[in-house]
């Protein structure tokens, strides 16, 4: 019967297959992701961050960005630098509620720690439509709601004459952009200024603290309290970590390896419940402002807990003084305001976040959180010269290698 | 009428789409029952480790082999015949499987068969048909462990909720396609998820030869599909006891299309009252064309070919059986995208060393009673790159426990 | 004086396209015969006075204060004339002699067409030496008005939608979020790129967004220095980078001017219409004046007096008309 044949056939091709079969193998091809000339002083694990096309990063950039940073130069009335409200030993804060601008001007939002910026999915405290440096800088600059450093298209010439006017930019400039003849004299002067302060910010990493020894495997790098605190902070009791979590600490992270249009977290942590509302105080009104969506109020992007204990105070308005008080904020669910003019039982705000419930905990336990929270520091961030003010000592320390 | 009655039977047994004789009383009610129980010398794994076969991505009920003696499956099957060419099935199961957490009682079968003439339609929660092997549980098989292949591209058991619409002519040949809904491993069941497949079989028997080939194709979408053995749902950092470590379980998801053909044969030899020879194989290949991703953004393209399959020789003698199983799995990937070599490594797809995952099961099954047969088996598992061998005991029961006679 | 001359300039070429009859080949830049080149001066106004910087002006709003010009810039797109029949022709705008973006135009017409108007006179002096070196009032281009009988002009207000959430420093067009391909057509360009400041003071950088207009007076009694009136697009949400953004309220007002002749007159902007409703000296939420933020109750006398809803506003309310046809 001609189907033995059929059989003994198939058998065999059963049997070339299972010898012949090709060997295995899997490639990949990250399309360039981890490839970057420029030194980001951070350690492998860590991603590359976004970089726009039209802006990538040098370090000649990058210098020329600290020289701008920490130059009173560059605003209108020669007062105030980048570093007036973002200064090294905070970790690029001020230690203030809300600073003033360049002519005196109140910002109503607490200035914000410049560390891992360009890790960062929207730069701003409330402002979903921010997120690039380039798009940023020019907001301080020239804003004028509130004046920051109150440039305007009446004196610009007269601020960029004080900066041509200076020798150390003649070389910084021509490092930064060698494709261009003059570039603090021509048309893109300005261009090329927020560009080398973006790069300058971009290039500001900080990944060097105890708590990156401890995950790196020094067991020893992490107190007992700060262990301790660590294990409170990952509990579904605090739930600290749902909006607090990666190696940025924050859930509003965006890098070369994620998808570009990847959501933009921002949340309602009952702060504020003015007349019953839910209202937050005008302009602080978060996501809202810009999308004038009810649902909106209050809304604000989770802050990178990197460097927490040397940027107090706290929150988006700086009105929570320590890290103590803001724990104690969250154990209560929120903020319950008495008396003032932001009376409020902020725990019952309808937009809060459902993550944050109230939960007990104990003055010791507190402690332990705190001491993690410490152990988030970057103390290499805040002293290396490579982020200080190249000003004090120019002559001394050559900034362009 | 009486061979449709043996439907409901024919899921308890080879496939299916067996085509065992049909009984000689008609019965109007069924209850079968089976259960495996194995003791195994070693685990394949670590405690608080996950079994990830290099090169692949993984998911469904594909545990571990485990130390110690366990459970592989308990069944308990209803089946009620409503008139003539109307049948209810129900079958209640329960596996084994790693994580405490896994291992509840499943309805696994709730369905309705229709059978006119040579027509079978069958529509409710079942098993698949395409493909014999898929079909066949833990007391069915020889050895007591599924096929690499099946783990690997169907995460072992195949139940989802679908409908099948089979022929069977007359010449031994029959065919049919089936719908799912897409619960079963590698589709989902989300809006765009889903499964079908198409297959086709010939079956001779002679006086000492039998032969039986078929081939299938299986065609499943998958959207955010997770490997529910360890994640999916809301993720925790696994708790191990003092002293030892444990990684929590990265929940890399896949979004497209996973197509596998497959094509298997059963040959049969009676020597002589006392001899038989048997020899089975069933071979298939995977293409995976979809996006590999995560909850933190990042992506990766996959482009994937898996071949995987079986032969398994066999020699018959009364009541005992010896075979040799020898399992083989290639993996061609390729992952495109800024986070492709993370993707990789976490979703289980990267494969530096070029491992071809290999198992032989040498096994020994004894029918020592009508319904309760002993088997023992030695293996050679490949599965990961550093080989592991362990030897198995177990009992298979097997029974129709109870049935009531044709009104 | 360089600005008469301008007029002078805009008014012949105007005369000629509105009167010319069959013989001024000059002017006819269409391949159809009814095709002219237009120049539409806009002009701006405290009441009667010429706006000009710091220049002082009484008696303006509900409480007559005295205000100081400091700024008078918009943008204009959609410029269309209306016949008696109701039927309405495009201005195409035109560009430079090889037809690109000029610094204040960018040329085609509907939605392309894109002017931006600065009305500031220098001439008397605000702060700042040479705050409006590119002087620029009028609006040119080509219509097919030759044989028709002008009854209105119509224009938009500010940037169009598909433009306003741009980059407006220019250095990069808006990406498609799925492909990562550039959208044709959304790199900034003319009027709507300035290096570094971003079009040169008529961007709101922190909404993403462009300064439609951008008005602005001083008040030396004012609880707020300056009284603004910048209009923009509000209550927006979308990815501007990807060209996701849309705004509910979009604050490009529609403007019709009834009885334009285009051989006779300009567009006349009259800020005391404007301010009509408003106490200058008192700031009632928000910056000073109306920076077009929907809690800020300084706008809802301007947005009524433009036609824009706003809370609390009518927009169906009568009021003078803030842009009138005037000779000149």
Same mark, same amino acid.
């Given at each position: 019967?001609?189907?033995?044949?059929?059989?003994?056939?198939?058998?065999?091709?059963?049997?070339?297959?299972?010898?012949?079969?090709?060997?295995?193998? +899997?490639?990949?091809?990250?399309?360039?992701?981890?490839?970057?000339?420029?030194?980001?002083?951070?350690?492998?694990?860590?991603?590359?961050?976004?970089?726009?096309?039209?802006?990538?990063?040098?370090?000649?950039?990058?210098?020329?960005?600290?020289?701008?940073?920490?130059?009173?130069?560059?605003?209108?009335?020669?007062?105030?630098?980048?570093?007036?409200?973002?200064?090294? @030993?905070?970790?690029?804060?001020?230690?203030?509620?809300?600073?003033?601008?360049?002519?005196?001007?109140?910002?109503?939002?607490?200035?914000?720690?410049?560390?891992?910026?360009?890790?960062?999915?929207?730069?701003?405290?409330?402002?979903?439509?921010?997120?690039?440096?380039?798009?940023?800088?020019?907001?301080?600059?020239?804003?004028?709601?509130?004046?920051?450093?109150?440039?305007?298209?009446?004196?610009?010439?007269?601020?960029?004459?004080?900066?041509?006017?200076?020798?150390?930019?003649?070389?910084?400039?021509?490092?930064?952009?060698?494709?261009?003849?003059?570039?603090?004299?021509?048309?893109?002067?300005?261009?090329?200024?927020?560009?080398?302060?973006?790069?300058?910010?971009?290039?500001?990493?900080?990944?060097?603290?105890?708590?990156?020894?401890? +995950?790196?495997?020094?067991?020893?790098?992490?107190?007992?309290?700060?262990?301790?605190?660590?294990?409170?902070?990952?509990?579904?009791?605090?739930?600290?970590?749902?909006?607090?979590?990666?190696? +940025?600490?924050?859930?509003?992270?965006? /890098?070369?390896?994620?998808?570009?249009?990847?959501?933009?977290?921002?949340?309602?942590?009952?702060?504020?419940?003015?007349?019953?509302?839910?209202?937050?105080?005008?302009?602080?009104?978060?996501?809202?402002?810009?999308?004038?969506?009810?649902?909106?109020?209050?809304?604000?992007?989770?802050?990178?807990?990197?460097?927490?204990?040397?940027?107090?105070?706290?929150?988006?308005?700086?009105?929570? *003084?320590?890290?103590?008080?803001?724990?104690?904020?969250? *154990?209560?669910?929120?903020?319950?305001?008495?008396?003032?003019?932001?009376?409020?039982?902020?725990?019952?705000?309808?937009?809060? /976040?459902?993550?944050?419930?109230?939960?007990?905990?104990?003055? /010791?336990?507190?402690?332990?959180?705190?001491?993690?929270?410490?152990?988030?520091? /970057?103390?290499?961030?805040?002293?290396?010269?490579?982020?200080?003010?190249?000003?004090? @000592?120019?002559?001394?320390? @050559?900034?362009?290698? | 009428?009486?061979?449709?009655?043996?439907?409901?039977?024919?899921?308890?047994?080879?496939?299916?789409?067996?085509?065992?004789?049909?009984?000689?009383?008609?019965?109007?009610?069924?209850?079968?029952?089976?259960?495996?129980?194995?003791?195994?010398?070693?685990?394949?794994?670590?405690?608080?480790?996950?079994?990830?076969?290099?090169?692949?991505?993984?998911?469904?009920?594909?545990?571990?082999?485990?130390?110690?003696?366990?459970?592989?499956?308990?069944?308990?099957?209803?089946?009620?015949?409503?008139?003539?060419?109307?049948?209810?099935?129900?079958?209640?199961?329960?596996?084994?499987?790693?994580?405490?957490?896994?291992?509840?009682?499943?309805?696994?079968?709730?369905?309705?068969?229709?059978?006119?003439?040579?027509?079978?339609?069958?529509?409710?929660?079942?098993?698949?048909?395409?493909?014999?092997?898929?079909?066949?549980?833990?007391?069915?098989?020889?050895?007591?462990?599924?096929?690499?292949?099946?783990?690997?591209?169907?995460?072992?058991?195949?139940?989802?909720?679908?409908?099948?619409?089979?022929?069977?002519?007359?010449?031994?040949?029959?065919?049919?396609?089936?719908?799912?809904?897409?619960?079963?491993?590698?589709?989902?069941?989300?809006?765009?998820?889903?499964?079908?497949?198409?297959?086709?079989?010939?079956?001779?028997?002679?006086?000492?030869?039998?032969?039986?080939?078929?081939?299938?194709?299986?065609?499943?979408?998958?959207?955010?599909?997770?490997?529910?053995?360890?994640?999916?749902?809301?993720?925790?950092?696994?708790?191990?006891?003092?002293?030892?470590?444990?990684?929590?379980?990265?929940?890399?998801?896949?979004?497209?299309?996973?197509?596998?053909?497959?094509?298997?044969?059963?040959?049969?030899?009676?020597?002589?009252?006392?001899?038989?020879?048997?020899?089975?194989?069933?071979?298939?290949?995977?293409?995976?064309?979809?996006?590999?991703?995560?909850?933190?953004?990042?992506?990766?393209?996959?482009?994937?070919?898996?071949?995987?399959?079986?032969?398994?020789?066999?020699?018959?003698?009364?009541?005992?059986?010896?075979?040799?199983?020898?399992?083989?799995?290639?993996?061609?990937?390729?992952?495109?995208?800024?986070?492709?070599?993370?993707?990789?490594?976490?979703?289980?797809?990267?494969?530096?060393?070029?491992?071809?995952?290999?198992?032989?099961?040498?096994?020994?099954?004894?029918?020592?009673?009508?319904?309760?047969?002993?088997?023992?088996?030695?293996?050679?598992?490949?599965?990961?790159?550093?080989?592991?061998?362990?030897?198995?005991?177990?009992?298979?029961?097997?029974?129709?426990?109870?049935?009531?006679?044709?009104? | 004086?360089?600005?008469?001359?301008?007029?002078?300039?805009?008014?012949?070429?105007?005369?000629?396209?509105?009167?010319?009859?069959?013989?001024?080949?000059?002017?006819?830049?269409?391949?159809?015969?009814?095709? !002219?080149?237009?120049?539409?001066?806009?002009?701006?106004?405290?009441?009667?006075?010429?706006?000009?910087?710091?220049?002082?002006?009484?008696?303006?709003?509900?409480?007559?204060?005295? !205000?100081?010009?400091?700024?008078?810039?918009?943008?204009?797109?959609?410029?269309?004339?209306?016949?008696?029949?109701?039927?309405?022709?495009?201005?195409?705008?035109?560009?430079?002699?090889?037809?690109?973006?000029?610094?204040?135009?960018?040329?085609?017409?509907?939605?392309?067409?894109?002017?931006?108007?600065?009305?500031?006179?220098?001439?008397?002096?605000?702060?700042?030496?040479?705050?409006?070196?590119?002087?620029?009032?009028?609006?040119?281009?080509?219509?097919?008005?030759?044989?028709?009988?002008?009854?209105?002009?119509?224009?938009?207000?500010?940037?169009?939608?598909?433009?306003?959430?741009?980059?407006?420093?220019?250095?990069?067009?808006?990406?498609?979020?799925?492909?990562?391909?550039?959208?044709?057509?959304?790199?900034?360009?003319?009027?709507?790129?300035?290096?570094?400041?971003?079009?040169?003071?008529?961007?709101?950088?922190?909404?993403?967004?462009?300064?439609?207009?951008?008005?602005?007076?001083?008040?030396?009694?004012?609880?707020?220095?300056?009284?603004?009136?910048?209009?923009?697009?509000?209550?927006?949400?979308?990815?501007?980078?990807?060209?996701?953004?849309?705004?509910?309220?979009?604050?490009?007002?529609?403007?019709?001017?009834?009885?334009?002749?285009?051989?006779?007159?300009?567009?006349?902007?009259?800020?005391?219409?404007?301010?009509?409703?408003?106490?200058?000296?008192?700031?009632?939420?928000?910056?000073?004046?109306?920076?077009?933020?929907?809690?800020?109750?300084?706008?809802?006398?301007?947005?009524?007096?433009?036609?824009?809803?706003?809370?609390?506003?009518?927009?169906?309310?009568?009021?003078?008309?803030?842009?009138?046809?005037?000779?000149?």
């Amino acid at each position: 019967m001609h189907a033995d044949k059929i059989a003994v056939l198939f058998f065999l091709g059963l049997t070339l297959l299972l010898s012949g079969c090709p060997d295995s193998s +899997t490639t990949v091809d990250d399309q360039g992701a981890s490839v970057s000339d420029f030194d980001w002083q951070m350690p492998d694990w860590v991603p590359l961050p976004v970089e726009p096309a039209y802006n990538p990063i040098t370090e000649e950039k990058f210098q020329l960005g600290r020289h701008l940073f920490y130059d009173t130069d560059l605003s209108a009335n020669g007062t105030i630098s980048c570093a007036s409200c973002h200064q090294q @030993d905070k970790a690029f804060t001020d230690g203030v509620a809300r600073p003033a601008g360049a002519t005196g001007d109140i910002h109503p939002r607490n200035s914000q720690s410049l560390a891992n910026a360009a890790w960062l999915r929207t730069l701003t405290w409330g402002n979903p439509t921010l997120t690039e440096l380039e798009q940023q800088i020019v907001i301080p600059l020239f804003g004028i709601d509130p004046i920051e450093h109150g440039i305007s298209e009446a004196n610009q010439n007269q601020v960029l004459a004080r900066l041509q006017a200076k020798p150390a930019y003649q070389r910084l400039f021509l490092s930064a952009y060698p494709d261009q003849t003059e570039p603090l004299f021509n048309e893109l002067a300005w261009r090329n200024i927020i560009h080398a302060l973006a790069s300058f910010v971009r290039g500001m990493t900080s990944f060097n603290s105890d708590f990156d020894r401890y +995950t790196a495997g020094d067991s020893q790098a992490l107190s007992a309290a700060a262990r301790r605190g660590m294990n409170l902070f990952n509990s579904e009791r605090l739930e600290c970590f749902h909006c607090h979590e990666g190696y +940025t600490l924050t859930s509003s992270v965006r /890098d070369r390896r994620r998808v570009p249009n990847i959501p933009a977290p921002f949340n309602n942590t009952g702060l504020y419940n003015i007349d019953g509302i839910s209202a937050y105080p005008a302009p602080n009104t978060g996501k809202h402002e810009l999308t004038g969506q009810a649902r909106d109020m209050g809304l604000f992007r989770p802050q990178s807990l990197r460097n927490v204990a040397l940027t107090a105070p706290y929150n988006h308005d700086g009105s929570v *003084a320590t890290l103590r008080e803001v724990i104690l904020n969250y *154990a209560a669910g929120g903020r319950h305001l008495t008396h003032g003019p932001y009376a409020g039982d902020g725990r019952m705000n309808a937009n809060k /976040d459902p993550f944050i419930v109230s939960f007990s905990i104990t003055e /010791d336990e507190i402690s332990d959180v705190i001491a993690f929270l410490e152990s988030l520091t /970057d103390h290499a961030f805040i002293t290396h010269p490579r982020y200080a003010n190249p000003w004090q @000592d120019d002559a001394s320390q @050559d900034p362009i290698p | 009428m009486n061979r449709f009655l043996t439907l409901p039977l024919a899921l308890l047994s080879a496939s299916a789409l067996a085509h065992t004789p049909p009984p000689s009383t008609a019965h109007r009610t069924t209850v079968d029952a089976s259960l495996v129980a194995t003791w195994r010398s070693a685990s394949l794994v670590d405690d608080n480790a996950y079994w990830q076969v290099p090169g692949t991505m993984m998911g469904g009920h594909a545990w571990p082999a485990e130390k110690g003696a366990q459970v592989d499956e308990m069944n308990l099957g209803l089946s009620h015949r409503i008139d003539d060419d109307l049948a209810g099935v129900l079958k209640l199961g329960s596996h084994a499987g790693g994580m405490d957490d896994h291992s509840g009682v499943e309805l696994e079968h709730a369905y309705i068969v229709y059978a006119p003439g040579p027509w079978q339609l069958q529509a409710g929660r079942m098993s698949a048909g395409f493909s014999p092997g898929l079909a066949q549980h833990a007391a069915e098989r020889l050895a007591s462990e599924a096929p690499l292949a099946l783990d690997v591209f169907f995460g072992r058991h195949f139940h989802d909720d679908g409908a099948r619409l089979a022929w069977q002519g007359n010449q031994g040949v029959s065919v049919g396609a089936e719908v799912w809904r897409g619960k079963a491993f590698p589709a989902t069941d989300s809006n765009d998820g889903g499964a079908w497949d198409l297959f086709a079989q010939y079956q001779w028997q002679g006086t000492a030869l039998t032969f039986a080939a078929g081939g299938w194709f299986y065609s499943a979408a998958a959207e955010a599909r997770a490997d529910h053995r360890y994640g999916g749902g809301h993720q925790h950092v696994p708790v191990a006891p003092p002293g030892q470590n444990t990684a929590a379980f990265p929940d890399i998801r896949y979004t497209g299309d996973t197509d596998i053909a497959g094509v298997h044969a059963h040959l049969g030899y009676h020597l002589n009252n006392d001899w038989q020879l048997s020899l089975q194989a069933e071979w298939m290949r995977a293409e995976l064309d979809g996006t590999v991703h995560d909850a933190i953004g990042r992506q990766a393209r996959l482009d994937g070919s898996q071949n995987g399959g079986w032969v398994q020789p066999g020699i018959i003698w009364r009541t005992h059986t010896f075979a040799v199983r020898a399992e083989r799995l290639s993996t061609e990937n390729s992952l495109v995208g800024p986070a492709a070599p993370q993707l990789a490594t976490e979703s289980g797809l990267a494969n530096p060393d070029g491992h071809v995952p290999r198992r032989v099961t040498a096994l020994w099954r004894w029918q020592w009673r009508p319904h309760i047969a002993l088997r023992a088996e030695a293996i050679r598992d490949e599965s990961l790159p550093a080989a592991d061998h362990r030897f198995n005991i177990g009992i298979v029961w097997q029974q129709q426990i109870w049935s009531s006679t044709d009104r | 004086m360089m600005r008469i001359s301008l007029v002078a300039l805009a008014a012949a070429s105007t005369l000629m396209a509105g009167c010319g009859g069959s013989s001024s080949s000059s002017t006819q830049t269409g391949d159809r015969d009814d095709t !002219v080149a237009v120049a539409i001066p806009f002009t701006a106004t405290v009441g009667t006075e010429p706006f000009a910087c710091g220049q002082l002006y009484n008696s303006v709003g509900t409480t007559s204060a005295d !205000v100081i010009g400091q700024d008078a810039r918009l943008y204009v797109h959609n410029v269309r004339f209306v016949t008696n029949d109701e039927r309405e022709i495009p201005v195409t705008l035109s560009g430079d002699i090889q037809g690109a973006a000029t610094a204040n135009q960018k040329p085609g017409e509907g939605l392309e067409g894109i002017a931006l108007l600065d009305l500031r006179d220098k001439s008397e002096g605000c702060q700042g030496d040479d705050a409006n070196p590119d002087y620029y009032d009028t609006v040119t281009g080509t219509a097919a008005i030759r044989n028709e009988s002008i009854r209105a002009l119509r224009f938009s207000v500010g940037v169009p939608a598909r433009y306003n959430h741009i980059d407006a420093q220019g250095t990069q067009p808006q990406t498609d979020s799925e492909t990562g391909e550039p959208i044709p057509g959304t790199l900034a360009v003319g009027p709507l790129a300035a290096a570094g400041m971003g079009a040169g003071g008529m961007h709101w950088s922190w909404a993403a967004g462009y300064v439609h207009a951008r008005l602005e007076v001083q008040v030396p009694t004012g609880a707020s220095p300056v009284f603004y009136i910048h209009l923009g697009s509000t209550a927006c949400s979308g990815e501007a980078i990807h060209g996701e953004r849309t705004c509910e309220h979009g604050n490009q007002p529609d403007i019709e001017v009834t009885g334009f002749d285009p051989a006779l007159h300009a567009v006349n902007l009259d800020l005391l219409t404007l301010l009509s409703g408003n106490d200058v000296t008192i700031n009632q939420g928000g910056p000073g004046g109306c920076m077009s933020g929907l809690t800020d109750a300084d706008c809802v006398g301007i947005f009524e007096r433009l036609g824009l809803p706003f809370p609390d506003a009518d927009p169906d309310a009568d009021h003078a008309p803030v842009f009138q046809a005037i000779t000149f």
